[in-house]
């Protein structure tokens, strides 16, 4: 990977943002985060990429935002020619079957619960980090079709 990692970061508890910037600050490699603190913001942004063809490389995606939620999000960018792509992780508070069934049917690439302690947050950010930034290929920054 040419750069650092682009993370959108769709979350708007100011303390979650702040553990989980936390927690991928103890990363190895560069990563620039962007901060969307409503589905509405996250939805204007990746628009935004698109036309500058800057997306990002991850979306870390909380399911209860104001204005628009998570589902909502995760729909949107999943059927959308120029996102569907672009991997979407849910990090969210909810542990409710239907909650994780329906991310998985809508094409989330993970669902991960938020833990409770900083040092959870460290080690679901390496995890992560192991796994989405340094084992898998994603895709080139194009449109998929």
Known sequence: MNGAMEILLVE???SDVDLIMEAFSESKLPMDFT???DGMEAMDLLKE???TRSLPDL???DLNLPRKNGREVLREIKSHRD??????IVLTTSTAPE???MSYCMSANGYIKKPMGFDQYIRIAKSIEEFWLQVVNLPEKLPCC
């Open 99 to 101: 909650d994780i069934k």
């Open 83 to 88: 996102l569907k792509s672009v991997p979407v």
């Open 49 to 51: 990429k698109v036309t």
């Open 59 to 61: 979306i870390l995606l």
């Open 35 to 37: 901060v969307a603190s």
């Open 12 to 14: 708007d508890n100011a």
